[in-house]
């Protein structure tokens, strides 16, 4: 029995994670309910702060460490937030 093949669904939003440090901050700041920076100099640390729901993070640090610290906030982040439509990648 030959059945008709259903339409292909076409408008699928695909979410994938930014690789990169830019690409992740410009992210929490659309994605996350709150999120502060302060870049800090090299007699001052920065800090970040960010939040998702329930999931926050406060991260005091020395400049230097821009790119680790905002991967590890990213990815928290990441897995905290639920896209209103589409499929989230989740792999890191």
Do not use: Y
Request: with cysteine.
């Amino acid at each position: 029995m030959n059945m008709p093949e259903a339409p292909a669904v076409t408008n699928i939003t695909l979410h994938n994670p930014s690789s990169c440090t830019c690409g992740r901050i410009i992210w929490l700041t659309m994605h996350c309910d709150s999120f502060a920076m302060n870049m800090g100099t090299c007699d001052v640390d920065a800090r970040i702060d960010a939040s998702i729901g329930t999931i926050s993070q406060r991260k005091t640090f020395p400049p230097g460490m821009l790119k680790e610290v905002v991967a590890a906030i990213f990815w928290e982040m990441w897995n905290a937030w639920e896209p209103a439509e589409g499929i989230k990648v989740v792999a890191e």
